[in-house]
């Protein structure tokens, strides 16, 4: 079993990945690398958004249904994911059987228990849990007193989810 990062490596992981979203998504290099995710679904245990499914291709975990790591992006297309560690290509999303009743709903993730402790979330409500995810870093450091990463964690904070779309760094 591995270890917790500290503190320190985990607000430099997040900037990291901050940076990755900002930058944005080279399809070319990333569809090489990255792992395939499909029949995903966000998804939440206590306060940590992420993404459920089956995974191909993973660098260690290899082929196996997942728990990636805090969610961080989900493109308008739903077709890349960025967690707190890598880029993910994502398949058709997890779309749960509903009871007889519900089958003129539509409610396609809605709170369905995936694993002990995990709900699935509706996409809208992993999008806004995420949208704050920058400020939660900042404040972190700010109280941790990362003096030097705090600038770009205010850029980020400041300007997210602007610079999903375009990148913050030019």
């Known amino acids: 079993m591995h270890s917790s990062p500290s503190p320190r490596k985990l607000v430099e992981m997040y900037l990291t990945a901050f940076r990755a979203v900002c930058l944005g998504v080279d399809p070319d290099r990333s569809e090489l690398e990255a792992p395939f995710l499909d029949n995903w679904t966000a998804a939440m245990r206590g306060r940590e958004v992420f993404l459920v499914g089956s995974v191909t291709g993973h660098p260690v975990l290899g082929d196996r249904r997942i728990q990636t790591s805090t969610l961080i992006h989900l493109s308008p297309d739903r077709e890349w ?62 109280k941790a007193g990362y003096d030097d990463l705090i600038p770009e964690l205010s850029r980020l904070a400041r300007a997210w989810p602007v610079c999903q779309e375009k990148s913050c760094f030019k």
């Open 81 to 142: 994911a960025r967690t707190l560690s890598r880029w993910y290509k994502l398949g058709p999303a997890f779309v749960p059987k509903l009871p007889g009743e519900y089958l003129d709903d539509v409610l396609p993730g809605y709170l369905v228990a995936v694993d002990k402790g995990v709900i699935s979330l509706p996409i809208h409500v992993a999008l806004k849990c995420i949208a704050r995810r920058t400020q939660q870093v900042f404040d972190l450091a700010f």
